[in-house]
């Protein structure tokens, strides 16, 4: 089972992040899993979250009691959500908006410019995608089969190749060694 936390600012596709991975996980990966969200009263702009529960058995417990892996796009997410990360937990971070402060010895650290990334493929609006992939080459909890088919599934047609590519970048970026 993996307690997974996303986190960044409204209007980054945190929450549609977490609807992906879980629609990746359960529906094509035939995994369960949970997901629940929050948002602050500011909506676009302010800290918001998703958290997932995957496993490959039942979930009894369906909402994050202490991550396992923390995936983070703003440094105020990462201010507010990193002290609730596991000890031996993975960081996964938007290496150009997220600086991180006091480094915990356990915690594998990955980074990726993924808002750069996106803005090299024409729009920052899908820089999640491009953490999506990314997310999926270092958990491998999903596989890429199944997210690529939870992106396509996710996304309106016309963006459907666009956001893709997103995928495909970020899991190369993994893939590569970062």
């Known amino acids: 089972m993996a ?10 596709g945190i929450i549609r992040s977490g609807i992906i991975v879980g629609k990746g996980a359960s529906i094509f990966d035939n995994k369960f899993a949970t997901m ?27 909402y994050v009691t202490r991550p396992d892996i923390f995936v983070v796009m ?20 938007d290496s150009d908006l ?10 594998k650290l990955y980074p ?10 024409g729009n920052r609006i899908i820089a999640n995608v491009v953490m999506l992939g990314f997310f999926t080459a270092v958990t491998k909890l999903v596989s890429k089969e199944g997210m690529e088919k939870a ?23 993994a893939q590569d060694g970062n």
């Open 74 to 93: 703003s440094q105020e997410a990462y201010e507010k959500f990193e002290p609730e990360l596991k000890e031996d937990g993975l960081l996964l971070y």
């Open 98 to 107: 997220v600086k991180l402060k006091k480094k915990r010895e356990k915690i």
């Open 36 to 62: 629940s969200q929050a948002f602050g009263p500011e909506a676009r702009g302010g800290a918001c979250s998703s958290q997932l529960v995957i496993s490959e058995n039942k979930i009894l417990y369906p």
């Open 112 to 121: 990726i410019p993924a808002t750069r990334f996106a803005e090299e493929l």
């Open 3 to 12: 307690e997974i936390r996303f986190a960044g600012y409204g209007g980054q």
């Open 151 to 173: 992106v396509a599934d996710s996304v309106p047609p016309r963006f459907k190749e666009l956001n893709l590519k997103a995928f495909n970048k970020g899991f190369q970026h």
